[in-house]
């Protein structure tokens, strides 16, 4: 048989999919699992979207442009104008969602060996797109006594290298639920300019905040015309996750055009979807307003719940819909993992994502695990009571 | 201003897309340009499928599976059945267009500096993919004179070295319409064997073959369970070029799991058009009558049109819906320039895509050019006419 490449064997699996046998077992004992562990939300896709996939009408579903359709790039310049954000149709081209915009701008700024700091934790799948080029992660710890902020500025400074090419985050960040002040993203801004690299800066949730004074995309900032790169997606915007459309956005025409390779050699974005999220742009204020209430009213519980278990730590989180809890347990992975065969209250449990996964060095999450706030709010409130009595059981063993 | 990749220098343009701006400029002046250039059929979406469009009702439109949904993996299971390829759901990974397939297959194969041997003329985005990675494609030439037909085994065995990782092909062939025998198909196994390769066969245009004893797929070869990778799209076979859906085929489970890490990797392919896609495999024979039937009347147009032009000679094509032609000019890249930038015959003209593009070696195309027959019989009869016009017309300069 032939011998697959080395590059199969270091993709990292999903981390969030690896209790996964685990959960399908318990289904088969007739456990009830709560979700805690996934980032698809229950929320609906908006109303005017859904109404508008009812009207498209079609004789060939055809290709786009390989940047993506015109009208629909028109119409991310106008949405990112309402966020302050000044860029015109040709710094946007569009991707088969947040995933590809990764993979391409990744592929365009950074050779094998070359070096892209992340604070860490970080959303998990980065490991993936950097392995693919043979890149390397060089992860600067932020801590959960800090509620996950942006590490000083000497930290960066300490692991700068001429082989660096980039600064990764997400802000609101995935896993930890962390919102970047202004100040953050200054200083982030200073160390590209200073070092002359890119930032990189994944702004999905930028919607989902909760407290404080709104988001701070890297794009706002002056002077970042050839060092800023924004990726950005519709999946949770408008929980829409299932179209896979995203975008690169930046005014660096050079990345651009490589970028624009890279897209012409996967011919196009999916078409359809292209039209659902360019009639998601329109989706009215009401909508965001009602949905931004009710992840703030879970993410309320959240931290009321989890700061009342014994042992337990939250990093408080500010947007996103995510949040990382340390558990009073030596292995988090092992303690999913024992809720999912192990352990049940009533016929129920809950699933956790290991935070092992989103750190580069698993050792470094061991302790703590990402909680989703996907599920309604009487959902939520049995599932921290089910952890809770779940945290008793185990270390009462 | 930080520096790109080298990577980002690397990877190809399309070939197809080098004459666009030519092309943009005749629009301007007002000049019909007829495209023989690009793969986008002008053919009807089934209707089953564009009924079902209408039909989807869906309150969140959520990630799918990373493998695709089970019911559409279930279906195309189905599919190959009917095609004699007997493979179940689980041999069966979705991707975001065949490209897609062509990225996770060449990643879980190969290594930098490992070796794909692919016949030229090739489907000239193979070039992308295997530059992704910082693979070698070692091209074998087939010959026009030839119609393209496989090269003789020993021309591969030549160039087999221990960094072979696969021999790449795409039956019927896009760019030359050429369909690979019964007997081709088990030389191309027989290597595969002796020297433990894989296969890679790019199936896309499985139905599209107008003459002859049918479509011989890699997967119907016995014993190629470790050795044969399928490829294949929805695109061309349905004319939803849009949809991006394409699939991994094999029965290697090692590689499938492989792929399955980079298909998680990027959480999920699009979820309506695997609805689309689903259906669009119940699509009525009578579609397939109709459509081959036109295209086969249109390839027979350009067989005789073009064979009766004066120094023209046709790779004569049995499947897809290209052919290569061989024209009497020193360069078919600036010939093609021409007809876009100083030729028009009543105010019209025609843009065909030059051969270079489809070659590892760009002067072994440099007379050749890539006809796409997606347009109706009218107009192409008028393309023939329009050609020969603009031949004689730069021939005698």
């Given amino acids: 048989m032939p011998r697959l490449s080395e590059l199969s064997h270091r993709m990292p699996p999903s981390p969030i999919r690896k209790l996964v046998p685990y959960a399908d077992e318990a289904k088969k004992r007739g456990i009830k699992i709560y979700h805690l562990n996934i980032g698809q939300p229950d929320i609906e896709t908006p109303e005017n979207v859904r109404r508008k996939l009812k009207e498209i009408d079609l004789k060939v579903l055809a290709y786009t442009k390989s940047q993506g359709t015109d009208s629909y790039r028109a119409k991310l310049a106008e949405y990112y104008g309402r966020h302050g954000i000044d860029v015109s149709p040709e710094d946007i081209i569009v991707t088969t969602g947040g995933s590809e915009a990764l993979l391409f701008t990744i592929g365009s700024i950074a050779d094998p060996g070359d070096e892209i700091i992340i604070p860490e934790p970080y959303y998990a799948n980065y490991n993936s797109f950097v392995t693919m080029y043979r890149v390397k992660v060089v992860p600067i710890p932020s801590s959960i006594d800090r509620n996950f902020a942006l590490p000083p500025v000497e930290e960066f400074e300490k692991v700068i290298t001429p082989r660096t ?75 829409m996750c299932g179209a896979r459309i995203g975008c690169v956005v930046s005014k660096n025409k050079d990345l651009m055009k490589s970028v624009l390779k890279f897209a012409q050699a ?53 947007g996103a819909f995510y949040l990382m809890a340390e558990l009073p347990v030596d292995d988090a992975d092992e303690f999913a993992k024992w809720m999912l065969s192990e352990f049940d209250d009533k016929g129920e449990t809950v699933m956790v994502a290991p935070a092992s996964g989103f750190y580069s060095d698993p050792a470094l999450g061991r302790k703590q695990v990402r909680i989703a706030y996907v599920l309604n709010t009487k959902d939520l409130e049995r599932s921290v009571e089910i952890l809770e009595k779940a945290l008793k059981a185990y270390n009462a063993r």
């Fill in 266 to 318: 996967r011919l196009s974005p999916p078409a359809l979807e292209q039209i659902l999220a360019e009639e998601a742009v329109d989706t009215p204020q009401s909508y965001f307003d009602r949905v931004i209430g009710e992840y703030k009213k879970r993410r309320d519980i959240l931290i009321e719940g989890l700061s009342a278990i014994e042992g337990v730590k939250i990093g408080y989180p500010k």
């Fill in 165 to 239: 090419k980039a600064i990764l985050y997400s802000n609101p960040s995935n896993p930890t639920g962390y919102v970047y002040t202004r100040e953050e993203v200054a200083k982030l801004r200073e160390l590209a300019l200073k070092h002359d690299i890119f930032i990189i800066s994944d702004e999905v949730y930028r919607e989902f905040i909760y407290e404080g004074s709104g988001h701070r995309s890297i794009l706002h900032e002056p002077g970042m015309e050839a060092h800023g790169i924004m990726v950005d997606s519709v999946s949770k915007r408008y929980s």
